[in-house]
């Protein structure tokens, strides 16, 4: 049986906001001539679709209801470690019994038993950090004991490269509540504990936008950025049929949103998402809706179908053409819509680069996590947006929600802020276009990788 050349297996966590980067860096390596194959589990295989990568399912001991059905994300994580790494060797060892034995194993950070069932095989052993490579950093410092949690000294002592003295409401939310840590901790800790082991650590990120974090990491790890993992079309590059991820957990109700977009001016639209996970309080949703409604603009809200027994019902009667109210829509094109102005998000980390990449200017509402150092940045370093502050219950008002929109939208900085996302969004293609920084290190793995597979 004569071998064919370079096969990547890329393991994803089957959440919408994993899935997705893995799934368009596994068509981003199919379109340079690897053959890719994306592993996730039994309840998410069904909701992928792409003819350029093969997809396989293995099993985090969930396959009926997936991650929902865990106990807690202990018992999840430590599920899906001992079902995962049994069923994703069993996959390794079929394909290694054709014509196309996998090369390497590019693992989900989050899933940091990837790294020894690679070394188990031989093979090269990649981890694809899903977050901000400065959250990277953040970890790798409280890694190094600089921070004894949980933190509660102002201002933090970690220190970010480029950027002033950080707040705790600019850290990952889990440091500063003691109630968070033990299973996010652990997690965390492995994560980062397992990166220098790594034969490549990619970053869902380009140099331009984190430029003094990869000159501070380059030392620690063979780190490489190849984002932002946006797919092509969006980013004016030429993979053919790269117009989705191809991947998206629940039903997107795109014709109604764009139907609607078409009706409304040029960047008259405020966008509302809160990505695929977060769980907003009650009292949060009433004051965006109010806020919504104060600021007079025409908006697309995300509010999921799990969370839509929050939304006030006079608000919802009271809506008429200013808003439409949908359980879940296929992101990009919105953002990509001309209609749309401006962009309030949680500050996931593929909201904020989808954001950028498309030249759409934010409005900070983070909610857990790595969102409020996202929030920082996008506010402070790359001067896109502005972050909502909240009150001393933790609840963005709508007066504050409304103050921000109209800041973005026609305030005293709105021309500077939507001068940077434009640039960014130019920065952003420079990176993934032919010859550039997030190109160029993709083709350095490639070609090894096609090496190998001779
Ligand atoms: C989470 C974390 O917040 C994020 O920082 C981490 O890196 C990955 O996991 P999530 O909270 O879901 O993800 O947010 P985000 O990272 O923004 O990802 C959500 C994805 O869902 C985006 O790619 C977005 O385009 C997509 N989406 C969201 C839709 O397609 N439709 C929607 O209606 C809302």
């Avoid at 909701?47 to 209801?65: L, M, P, R, Y």
């Avoid at 992101?331 to 102005?341: D, M, S």
Wanted: net charge negative; hydrophobic share 40%; aromatic share 10%.
């Amino acid at each position: 049986m004569e071998k064919q050349g370079g096969h990547v297996m890329v393991l994803t966590y089957p959440a919408q906001g994993h899935i997705n980067p893995l799934l368009q860096f596994s068509k981003r390596l199919a379109s340079k001539g690897l053959k890719a194959t994306l592993a996730t589990t039994h309840y998410t295989v069904n909701f992928i679709q792409s003819d350029a990568v093969g997809v396989e399912a293995i099993s985090d001991g969930f396959d009926e209801g997936g991650f929902m059905q865990a106990p807690s994300l202990e018992a999840y994580l430590e599920s899906f470690q001992a079902v995962g790494s049994r069923t994703v060797g069993e996959l390794i060892l079929k394909f290694n019994e054709s014509a196309s034995p996998v090369d390497c194993l590019v693992y989900d950070s989050i899933l940091p038993w990837g790294l020894s069932v690679a070394r188990q095989f031989g093979i090269y052993g990649a981890a694809f950090w899903t977050t901000s490579a400065s959250v990277c950093s953040m970890y790798w410092q409280l890694r190094q004991g600089v921070l004894s949690l949980p933190v509660k000294q102002e201002p933090v002592p970690v220190s970010m490269p480029g950027l002033p003295p950080l707040r705790l409401s600019d850290l990952p939310d889990f440091l500063a509540q003691p109630g968070h840590l033990s299973a996010y901790m652990s997690a965390v800790m492995e994560q980062i504990s397992t990166l220098e082991q790594n034969d490549w650590v990619f970053m869902n990120s380009f140099d331009a936008l984190e430029s003094e974090l990869v000159k501070a990491m380059s030392g620690l790890w063979s780190v490489a950025m190849i984002g932002p993992m946006v797919p092509s079309a969006y980013l004016d590059q030429q993979i053919e049929g790269d117009t989705v991820y191809g991947a998206s957990l629940w039903k997107p109700t795109n014709d109604e949103c764009l139907g609607w977009l078409e009706t409304k001016p040029p960047k008259s639209v405020v966008y509302i998402s809160f990505g695929s996970m977060a769980e907003i309080p009650v009292k949060q949703v009433e004051e965006i809706a109010w806020g919504l409604k104060e600021s007079d603009y025409h908006f697309i809200w995300v509010v999921k179908e799990s969370e839509s027994g929050k939304l006030p019902i006079n608000f919802l009667n009271s809506m008429n053409e200013t808003g439409l109210v949908v359980t879940w829509c296929n992101q990009l094109e919105v953002l990509a819509h001309k209609a749309v102005g401006c962009f309030v998000t949680h500050c996931g980390w593929n909201s904020i680069l989808e954001g950028l990449s498309l030249g759409v200017p934010m409005v900070g509402m983070p909610q857990r996590v790595d969102q409020p150092t996202n929030a920082k940045f996008v506010e402070d370093v790359w001067r896109a947006g502005v972050r909502a502050q909240k009150d001393e219950e933790g609840i963005v008002t709508r007066k504050e929600l409304e103050k921000c929109i109209k800041e973005i939208m026609v305030g005293e900085r709105s021309e500077e802020i939507k001068r940077n996302a434009c640039m960014w969004r130019q920065s952003a293609k420079s990176a993934v276009s032919k010859g550039g920084s997030s190109d160029k290190n993709t083709d350095e793995f490639v070609g090894v990788l096609l090496k190998r597979g001779k």
